[in-house]
């Protein structure tokens, strides 16, 4: 999503936060691309037991991804976000936090908004589709978690941050789940435990009971899967200053409303994370089709069965990409850097 710059600099403060100027020269000589430690020092010209430790020293303060396996260990840079801001969750600090919302404010969100509809997408809560729709398998959370070989969780970073400037909502932390290398790279550095597929699911119903909306990485198989909340998740947020967030989200769903059932309680009003919902002239609830997203919260909590959440035409559905590679080099080419 990039690294876009500001007026007030906060962007280079927060560079200066985490990287010596040696820690600078060393992410730049690298790429997104997996490299050894001997590869990396030999284009440095540098000795390789110099070039290991400042690699693995940095890969320990979250400035660069190490995947680590039984015959090699490799590097590589990773993002502002998912990457340097995320990995400093175990060690994240109120200055740190302040200086970020700072920048997302500023700057960032406007990165997120232009990238939303590749970085996450939106998932429905299973019990939100009528049973005669055919739901496929990356339209659901729980075959998500059930297709893993390992589950990682850890913290959201985002309603940690929230909570170290006075802005937290109070609403479970451990709530974010990490796969496959990604997930390793977590417990390597203890940023998150490995949980059992009935612990995932045991956080996830507890998390859509809070009403968070669960967001994977936009992929078939992605390498992450978040439950956010409109107050603190810096997607949800920068997505809420938009008037039509519908339309910069990769979702495959939409509420509508059977008027005739509504009672118009406002349950929904207060579960929906877009403001996509409002009571009209005639005290029943309407959905704003330019500000839902189709997470399906709204559905679950709805007495009268009013609320409904329904695939959308054939014309406006996505197939997200095979995996994260294509995810990110879809992301790239939006940006035109390729």
Avoid: W
């Amino acid at each position: 999503m990039g690294f876009p710059a500001t007026e007030s600099g906060i962007e280079l403060k927060i560079l200066e936060y985490l990287f010596s100027e040696e820690d600078a020269k060393m992410f730049l000589a690298l790429s997104h691309k997996l490299e050894t430690a001997s590869s990396i020092a030999s284009s440095l010209n540098r000795p390789l037991d110099e070039v290991v430790g400042h690699l693995d020293d940095m890969a320990e303060r979250g400035l660069l991804f190490r995947l680590q396996k039984p015959d090699s260990t490799k590097y590589a840079t990773i993002p502002f976000v998912h990457g340097l801001f995320e990995f400093q969750v175990k060690k994240l600090k109120r200055d740190f936090a302040e200086m970020v919302r700072e920048y997302f404010e500023e700057a960032f969100d406007a990165s997120i908004q232009e990238s939303a509809d590749y970085f996450l997408r939106t998932i429905p809560v299973n019990q939100s589709i009528d049973a005669t729709h055919n739901v496929a398998n990356y339209d659901d959370a729980v075959e998500i978690l059930k297709s893993k070989s390992r589950i990682v969780v850890t913290d959201c970073i985002c309603r940690k941050s929230a909570a170290l400037v006075d802005n937290g909502c109070g609403k479970s932390l451990e709530a974010c789940f990490m796969f496959g290398s990604m997930g390793q790279y977590y417990l390597d550095r203890d940023m998150g435990r490995e949980i059992t597929l009935d612990e995932a699911l045991g956080i996830l119903v507890q998390c859509r009971e809070e009403g968070l909306v669960t967001q994977p990485a936009t992929s078939r198989n992605p390498g992450g899967m978040c439950n956010c909340c409109g107050d603190c998740c810096g997607v949800l947020k920068a997505l809420n200053r938009s008037t039509q967030p519908a339309k910069m989200v990769f979702s495959n769903y939409r509420a509508i409303v059977e008027s005739d059932n509504c009672t118009g309680c406002e349950t929904c009003l207060d579960r929906c994370q877009m403001n996509a919902l409002e009571i009209n002239d005639e005290d029943v609830a309407e959905v704003n089709k330019e500000r839902c997203i189709g997470c399906g919260l709204c559905v679950t909590t709805c007495e009268t069965g009013a609320m409904r959440l329904i695939p959308k035409s054939d014309t406006e559905y996505h197939v997200p990409p095979a995996n994260s590679a294509e995810q990110m080099m879809l992301m790239a080419k939006k940006r035109g850097l390729l």
